[in-house]
């Protein structure tokens, strides 16, 4: 774990994946989110109701073996992310993702 004084942690309530996972987190509506892309599938793009979108599903894990999510960032959000990966590559990326809605994706 980075320890930079720099960044304070009480900035984002970051909820556990625990509690995303089981279900049982209280603020479920608006949360934040920090965690290890561990995969990334391809950028979909369909039509509804005449207009294009586009999303990405992408895998966070938190680093402490309380398990993995999976998360959808759609239209600008999945485009920024390809392009920063193309632009900027690494061997890791730790994503903070602020204003996440908690949320099953039914297609």
Excluded: R
Aim: charge should be negative; charged fraction near 20%.
């Amino acid at each position: 774990m980075v320890q930079d004084l720099t960044f304070s942690e009480h900035v984002f309530p970051f909820v556990p994946n625990e509690l995303i996972l089981n279900h049982t987190n209280a603020q479920s509506h608006l949360i934040d989110i920090i965690g290890l892309l561990t995969a990334k599938g391809d950028i979909i793009e369909f039509t509804k109701n005449g207009k294009k979108c586009s999303y990405i599903v992408i895998e966070l894990d938190d680093m402490q073996e309380k398990g993995k999510i999976h998360c959808t960032l759609w239209e600008e959000f999945a485009t920024q992310l390809v392009k920063h990966m193309e632009e900027q590559p690494t061997t890791e990326y730790i994503l903070t993702l602020q204003f996440a809605k908690f949320n099953l994706f039914k297609g």
